[in-house]
C-alpha cells in the first residue's frame, strides 16, 4: 500500500507511537495540522481515490474511546460486552464495508494514545469484567506492520483478570500466532501462581492465565470467489482457513464468522461447500464457537454507500424498517436456516450465533 502523505495533530507529535509510525513511513511527506477533523471531515473528499493511496492521520482521541456494544453486534452471551475503535478506517476494501457509508474520507485515523485506551479498560474492569471487540471499524491485524497495535493489546491483555479480547480479521498472515504464542510463554514464565494442579506439563491447556485465555482470534471467512470478487486486499480463503488452523493447533480460542453472508447464486451450493472445506479437517471441530450474520447498515449509511461507489451489494434491493437496510425475513430465514442445518453437522448448534 502506498501512503500519500502523513497528517500528524500537533499534540499526537510527542507520543512514540507518533515517531513509530513516521519512522515505518520515512518516505512519506508530513504535515502538521490542528485537529484530525479538520482533514477527515473536509467536505468533498473522494473516499475512492484515498482509498487507493490514503493519507494517515496521526491524532489524539480527548473523548470517548470505549463504547457499549449497542451496534448490531454479537455479544456471544456476555453481559458486558464493549467495542474500540482506535482507527478509523480499514487498509482493505469490501464493497458492502459499513465504513464507505459512515466517514466522508477513505484516509485512516490512527489514535496514537493507547495507554489512555488501556486506562479505561482498567477502570472498567474495576466494576465488572469486559469483553471488548478490538478491531471493530478497522481490521487491526492487517494494520500491524503499520501500527504495531496488536502487540500492545496483546502485552496489556496478557494474564489480565476478567478481560476478554476478540481480534476479528480478515488478514490471512499467520505471524500473529508467533506473536500470540511468545506473549503467553513470557506471561506463564512470570506467572507460576495461576497455574492450575495437574496440569504443570502444560500450562495452556490447564486454563492458567495467559494471552490465550484472554483472547478469541475470530477469523472471518467467506466462499473464495467471493472474497475475490467484492473483499479487495483481504486475505485469501485459504490463507484465512490456514490462520486459523495454525492458531487451532497453537491452543488459541479461535473463532468462525460467517459474515457477512449474502444470497448469492446456487447459495446453498456456494456455502455448503465452503463449510464442507472448512470442517474436512476434524480438527476444526474444536473450535469456540461461530458466528453467523448478514448485511444490515443503517440506511442513511447504504444511500451513502451507493453515491460512493456502486457494487451490486450495494445495489441490492433491500428492506427498510426503522431506518435499518437489510434483507427481507424470507430471504435471511433462508440462509440461517440452511447455515445453522449445515454447520449442525459439524458442531454442536449451542456454540452457533446468529447476528
Ligand atoms: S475488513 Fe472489515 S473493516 Fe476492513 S474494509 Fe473489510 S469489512 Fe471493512
Known sequence: MKFSKIYIENKAASYPLTEEIVDRLSEVETEYITHYKDVFDAAGQDFSAQKASPAVILAVNEGRRIYPGARPCQDFGHEH?????????????????????????????????????????????????????????????????????????????????????????????????????????????????????????NKISGHAKCLKTNLVLAVTLSPDAFIRRFEHGTGSFDARLALAKKALAAGIRTRLCF????????????????????????????????????????????????????????????????????????????MYKFMKNKLSGFIKPDIIFFS
Not at 93 to 120: H, K, Q
Not at 271 to 299: K, L, N, Q, W
Not at 309 to 329: Q, V
Open 259 to 334: 459474515d457477512p453472508v449474502f444470497p448469492v447464486k446456487d447459495f446453498e451450493n456456494v456455502y455448503g461447500s465452503m463449510v464442507d472445506e472448512v470442517f474436512s479437517d476434524p480438527a476444526m471441530r474444536g473450535i469456540e464457537d461461530v458466528s453467523v450474520g448478514s448485511f444490515r447498515i443503517i440506511s442513511g449509511y447504504l444511500k451513502r454507500m451507493r453515491r460512493t461507489a456502486l457494487s451490486p451489494l450495494t445495489a441490492y434491493p433491500y428492506e427498510i424498517k426503522n431506518g435499518m437496510a437489510g434483507f427481507d425475513d424470507e430471504t435471511l430465514g433462508n
Open 81 to 201: 460486552f464493549y467495542y474500540t475503535s482506535q482507527v478509523k478506517n480499514c487498509l482493505y476494501d469490501c464493497e458492502y464495508c459499513f465504513l464507505r457509508g459512515m466517514y466522508p474520507s477513505g484516509n485512516l485515523v490512527i489514535f496514537v494514545n493507547y495507554e489512555d485506551y488501556f486506562a479505561d479498560i482498567d477502570e472498567l474492569l474495576k466494576e465488572h469484567p469486559v469483553y471488548l471487540s478490538i478491531s471493530y471499524d478497522t481490521d487491526l491485524h492487517g494494520l500491524e506492520g503499520l501500527t504495531g497495535l496488536l502487540d500492545k493489546w496483546f502485552h496489556f491483555a496478557a494474564g489480565k483478570d476478567n478481560l476478554l479480547i476478540e481480534l476479528r480479521t480478515k488478514c490471512g498472515s499467520g505471524s500473529v500466532i508467533r506473536n500470540i504464542e511468545e506473549i503467553s510463554e513470557n506471561t506463564l514464565k512470570h506467572s507460576n501462581s495461576n497455574t492450575f494442579p495437574g496440569f504443570a506439563s
